[in-house]
């Protein structure tokens, strides 16, 4: 996710997806937004993460607001998004789910729909300096398939020039908010474990936190709202999927930096190994008619790529088993 200022403090991501807020200093207590309907199944990790759900830090609503939303104030689930929430809750894998029950301050959800920014994670310390997150989403997102949500967030990539091109995303029927949750939790994960702070794991794609390495910081794929640049042009989609479909990221938005890219190679790895979910991503022209197509789960690059993520949590988490 690209980072920008906020007042004193930085945030990164936040731009369609999520982001970070770094904060110093004990969070404070929790206030319920409203009760959650009693589950009707559930183990106990997941009946302690509906309990934080609650109402956004104050924090958070002013980081929206300073990114430029307006009208922002708490959402208050009704008993049909309640189920919804746990729903997604309930698909997460299992090491996410008690990483989240150690690492998690409160879940959120917010209206802020003049906001491009989806979720946003607020890091900061726990009463004992444990690092401690708080998630907050849009409720926008409730009631989005994955493929509506991806294809939405494609498309603010781009400015309409009459070309006519456009782009479409298929992901199948999964949620949203799986995949916003699953992005999310890893970076949980990458904050406690410092994994991508303390360098990327993929020095061949990286040179640092932000900053691709060659040849990918001279492709299209580096000229993108996700790296702070001005919207393309519509007729312009054509050669940057191409060009996408040659890269080892699994999305543009991974090319943000080395967190997304992280995030994002956690956040598919599930979704394709456990939920078989497809990723399509399809430029038609002016006719509907297919120009480009990229699959990006299909590619070897991206597949090696997603068990590096993988086996990089993995080693990470077994150095240090208390951080998780």
Same mark, same amino acid.
């Given at each position: 996710?690209?980072?920008?200022?906020?007042?004193?403090?930085?945030?990164?991501?936040?731009?369609?997806?999520?982001?970070?807020?770094?904060?110093?200093?004990?969070?404070?207590?929790?206030?319920?937004?409203?009760?959650? @309907?009693?589950?009707?199944?559930?183990?106990?990790?997941? *009946?302690?993460?509906?309990?934080?759900? %609650? /109402? &956004?830090?104050?924090?958070?609503?002013?980081?929206?607001?300073?990114?430029?939303?307006?009208?922002?104030k708490p959402h208050v689930l009704t008993d049909r998004e309640w189920r919804l929430v746990e729903s997604a809750i309930a698909d997460l894998p299992v090491q996410y789910r008690q990483v989240l029950e150690r690492r998690l301050?409160?879940?959120?959800?917010?209206?802020?729909?003049?906001?491009?920014?989806?979720?946003?994670?607020?890091?900061?310390?726990?009463?004992?300096?444990?690092?401690?997150?708080?998630?907050?989403?849009?409720?926008?997102?409730?009631?989005?398939?994955?493929?509506?949500?991806?294809?939405?967030?494609?498309?603010?990539?781009?400015?309409?020039?009459?070309?006519?091109?456009?782009?479409?995303?298929?992901?199948?029927?999964?949620?949203?908010?799986?995949?916003?949750? @699953?992005?999310?939790?890893?970076?949980?994960?990458?904050? *406690?474990?410092?994994?991508?702070?303390? %360098? /990327? &794991?993929?020095?061949?794609?990286w040179t640092d936190y932000r900053s691709l390495a060659q040849p990918y910081a001279a492709d299209p794929i580096s000229q993108t709202t996700y790296r702070r640049q001005p919207k393309l042009p519509a007729s312009q989609a054509p050669a940057l999927y191409r060009a996408l479909d040659q890269a080892p990221f699994v999305s543009l938005y991974s090319t943000a930096s080395a967190g997304e890219d992280f995030a994002e190679l956690l956040a598919w790895r599930e979704l394709s190994t456990r939920f078989e979910a497809p990723l399509k991503i399809q430029v038609l022209d002016g006719r509907g008619i297919e120009v480009v197509s990229v699959e990006p789960l299909k590619s070897p690059a991206v597949r090696s790529r997603l068990e590096a993520a993988q086996a990089a949590l993995h080693k990470a988490s077994a150095a240090a088993p208390n951080k998780t």
């Open positions: 996710m690209a980072k920008v200022s906020l007042h004193s403090r930085s945030w990164s991501g936040a731009l369609l997806v999520g982001g970070l807020l770094w904060l110093t200093g004990p969070g404070d207590g929790l206030a319920q937004g409203g009760a959650p @309907l009693a589950p009707a199944v559930g183990d106990q990790t997941a *009946a302690a993460l509906r309990a934080r759900i %609650g /109402p &956004p830090h104050d924090e958070t609503i002013k980081a929206y607001v300073a990114a430029g939303a307006t009208e922002t301050g409160r879940l959120s959800f917010i209206d802020a729909p003049s906001s491009m920014g989806t979720a946003l994670t607020r890091a900061f310390e726990g009463p004992n300096g444990q690092p401690m997150s708080d998630i907050t989403i849009r409720s926008e997102v409730l009631d989005k398939s994955l493929s509506d949500f991806l294809t939405e967030k494609e498309a603010m990539l781009f400015s309409e020039d009459g070309s006519g091109y456009s782009v479409r995303v298929s992901a199948g029927e999964m949620s949203a908010l799986s995949y916003i949750l @699953l992005h999310e939790t890893a970076h949980v994960m990458d904050r *406690a474990l410092e994994i991508t702070l303390k %360098g /990327p &794991p993929f020095r061949t794609v």
